[in-house]
Structures are given as structure tokens and as C-alpha cells.
């Protein structure tokens, strides 16, 4: 039995709720190694000599990747807390217990030694398919290398490698010319990666959130192609970026040119990067030296915009390689605006 690819964790990628009261234990083997897996289960907080609420239930092989097997069980709890662990039995008849990210050779009876679940916690978890989404087939669109309306260069159309600068010149009326074709293949749901204005092809370093890109279109193009798909019977998904932004983006322009952004209430800079060798960092390579002390010392209440790609290149100066969870810009306004 090969321990070292048996992986369980106590999150929502391996315990999660799919339905009130109805729940899935998932587990992670070596490839072809388990002859049997079983989920064992009870409940947290009924002390055993009042009831036995042991019960076990024989999971399923789901999935396969190149090296990896993965079982699940669904089961019905009402209940504040689950308690579980797993026997794995392998093709050579070697059987062993896993709880709580240990390895027994005996059945597991001490309930601190077993995988915890709140039921509560998981549920609160769960992700709702909208009723539109389910069990719809989505097809993603890169606009500006879908189809284009005016002429192409062969050989820029059929470039080998390309390249993330490559603009392609597609936009959202070679989208609507093509609704047909898209049609046929079955789709019942565009979604297309960043159409809002932007200096790249791709518009992820979004500039401006209001604008359709002119290289893409209007905003009637997009009525019209959204009205082309609803008659279709097809959804439109549009993609938006809020945890970064373009060079050109009001707020990160008049930080560099104002050391202060009148009227935004919520740029986070990660606390991370308040040591000094990444703030040096970032001052040279923005050329934000009046902006960007080796202090941070930008004032109370003043956060800082910086593109994701710096962020993340100046977390590798770090010796520890510090990672961080967020740096949403969870809200951003116009000057004068407080919509």
C-alpha cells in the first residue's frame, strides 16, 4: 500500500454538502493500489453508552488521473458534527485505518483521532448551481481571436507560436456572425474572457469598467449579441477583473500622480509587502519613488494599487516565500461617485 498518495483533507474539496442534509466524503489513493475502500462515520456529540451511531458505508471509485484513484461516498446526516475516518484495504490484503491525518493499524474508536465535519459550516459552503447553469455546456470565447470582421493577415491568423501580444483584430460583431455556428455545436452558454476597454488584447489590465473596448465593438454590439444568443436560447457570461488592473486605471493613475485616490475607499495593499527590500522593490520598478517609501508611509486610510504581477514578483524576495490569500480590490469608485 503506497501511504504516501493517500491524501483526505477537511475542506470543501473533499467534504462538502450537495443538498441539505446530503453530503460527499471524497479520498485520494495511489492509482490501482485499493482492493476496498470504507468510510467510517458517527456522530461528534452522542456520547456512545447512550447510542451507537457507528455506521459505515463502502465508497466508490469516481475518477482516475495519471497516478491518482478517487473514492466517495454520499451520505444523510442531521447532526451538528460528523466524524469519520477511512479502512483501506489494498490488493494485497493489507489493511489499514486513516484519521485525522494518522495511520492505525487497529480500528479507530477515540473520536479525537477521526476527521471532523460541522455540518452547519459545510452547508453554509455549498455552491448553488443557478437553475439556468445547470448541466449546460459553456463555450469560452477569447474575443479578439475568435473572428474578426475586417480582413486578417494570413500570417498573422495563422501564426505558430503565437504570442499573449498577438492581436488577432476579432471583436464582438464577428461573435454575432458566427451565433449560428456557435449554435450548432450545441452550446447553451457563451462566456467571454474581458471585453471592457484596455490597451492589450486580452484586457485583462482592464483601464476602464464601463467602456467596451473600441477594438471590440460598442455597447450596442454587445445588446445585439446578447439579444442574438437570448433568442438562441444561450446565456452570456461576461468575464470582470476587480484584484487587478491596468497601468491606466483612474485610481492606480492618480496614485502615481497625486500620492492619494480622491474618492476610493478600499485599495488593499497585502501587509506582506510592507518590508522594506519589496517596497524598494516596487518604488524602482514603477518609478513611484515619491510615492512608494521603503516605509509604506503613505498616510492612515491610504492603500496602495499595484498590478498582480508585481505583487507576486515581489513576494519571491521574501526568504520565506511568503504567500498571500487576497489582494481583492474589493470596491473602487469614480471621483464624485458613490455608486
Known sequence: MEYSAIFHDMDKRFSYAVDKDLFVIRVQVKKDDMKEVILHYEDKYIPMERKDTRKTVPMKKVAVSQFHDYYEAQIKMHLICLRYFFEFTDTQGEKVYYGNYEFDKECITNRDRMFDCPQNLREEEMFEVPEWAANKVVY????????????????????????????????????????????????????????????????????????????????????????????????????????????????????????????????????????????????????????????????????????????????????????????????????????
Open 140 to 339: 469560452q470565447i477569447f474575443p479578439s481571436r475568435f473572428a474578426a470582421t475586417e480582413p486578417v493577415d494570413k500570417e498573422l491568423w495563422y501564426k505558430a507560436p503565437i504570442t499573449p501580444m498577438d492581436d488577432l483584430h476579432g471583436n464582438l460583431r464577428g461573435i454575432i456572425e458566427h451565433m449560428d455556428d456557435i449554435q450548432n455545436l450545441g452550446i447553451d452558454v457563451l462566456y467571454m474572457t474581458p471585453i471592457f476597454q484596455s490597451n492589450s488584447c486580452h484586457k485583462y489590465d482592464t483601464t476602464d469598467y464601463y467602456q467596451i473596448d473600441p477594438s471590440f465593438g460598442t455597447t450596442e454590439d454587445l445588446k445585439e449579441l446578447v439579444q442574438k444568443a437570448h433568442e438562441r436560447g444561450m446565456k452570456v457570461v461576461l468575464d470582470a477583473v476587480y484584484n487587478h488592473t491596468g497601468r491606466e486605471f483612474f485610481a492606480f493613475a492618480a496614485l502615481v500622480a497625486e500620492r492619494i485616490v480622491p474618492g476610493v475607499r478600499e485599495f488593499v495593499l497585502p501587509s506582506h509587502l510592507s518590508k522594506e527590500p519589496a517596497a524598494k522593490w516596487i518604488a524602482e520598478e514603477l518609478k513611484l519613488h515619491p510615492v512608494i517609501d521603503a516605509g509604506l508611509g503613505l498616510g492612515e486610510g491610504t492603500g496602495a494599487v499595484m498590478l498582480f504581477s508585481l505583487l507576486d514578483l515581489a513576494l519571491a524576495l521574501y526568504e520565506d516565500q511568503t504567500t498571500f490569500d487576497t489582494m481583492e480590490i474589493a470596491q473602487y469608485e469614480r471621483y464624485g461617485e458613490t455608486e
